[in-house]
Every structure is written in C-alpha cells, then in structure tokens.
C-alpha cells in the first residue's frame, strides 16, 4: 500500500500563487507516474498535470504556462507550482501516483481545497 499525503492548498486571490505538495510513503517498490487531477464542484475529475520518473511531463492546456510540477525521486515527492490563479482554478485537488513492481496500481491522496477569489 501507498499512502499519499497532501499540503499546501488554501484561499488566494486572483492572480496569486500557491504550492502544493504530495509525499507518497509506505510500502513503495517504484513509482512510475505522480501527478495532479482537480474536481471542481458539479464537474468530473480533470487531470492538471502528470509526471513520469524521468522527468517527462504533460498539462492540460488550461494551466499550460501557469503551472508547474516536479518531482524529487528521492524524497518520493511530488510538487505543484500554481501561479497565475484564476477563479475557474477553485477545486479540490488530489495528488496521484502510479506505483508498485509486476503489478502496478494507482493511488489518490485525500485532497486538498484550492480556492481563487475574483
């Protein structure tokens, strides 16, 4: 099992930035993929943005040029840079990890409040 804890969200005004931060702990073999999805109230859970093990990425194009995310292997870290907040950025965002050795498995965080005020 693999246990993915969430920081950093909170209430920003538009056009503010904000960090969040996932660390994965617990019985991890490899993880191949972490990232970030977001649901926002009455919507479906969207993927923000993906990174692999060695360091590729992939964004939706609504954070494309506003977002950032990284990743420390060795700390089993994931990290989301958020500048250029907008009002459509409020949601819950949950931290993502692919992991495991034969058998690999997805994993979710619990989730972290992001909210943009205009």
């Known amino acids: 099992q693999v246990q993915l804890v969430e920081s950093g969200g909170g209430l920003v005004q538009a056009g503010g930035s904000l960090r969040l931060s996932c660390a994965a702990s617990g019985s991890i073999f490899r993880i191949y993929f972490m990232g970030w999805y977001r649901q926002a109230p009455g919507k479906q859970r969207e993927l923000v943005a993906v990174?692999?093990?060695?360091?590729?990425?992939n964004y939706a194009d609504s954070v494309k040029g506003r977002f950032t995310i990284s990743r420390d292997n060795a700390k089993n870290t994931v990290y989301l840079q958020m500048n250029s907040l907008k009002p459509e950025d409020t949601a819950v965002y949950y931290c993502y990890c692919n992991a495991g050795a034969v058998i690999k498995f997805d994993y979710w965080g619990q989730g972290t409040q992001v909210t943009v005020s205009s």
């Open positions: 990174t692999t093990s060695g360091g590729n990425t």
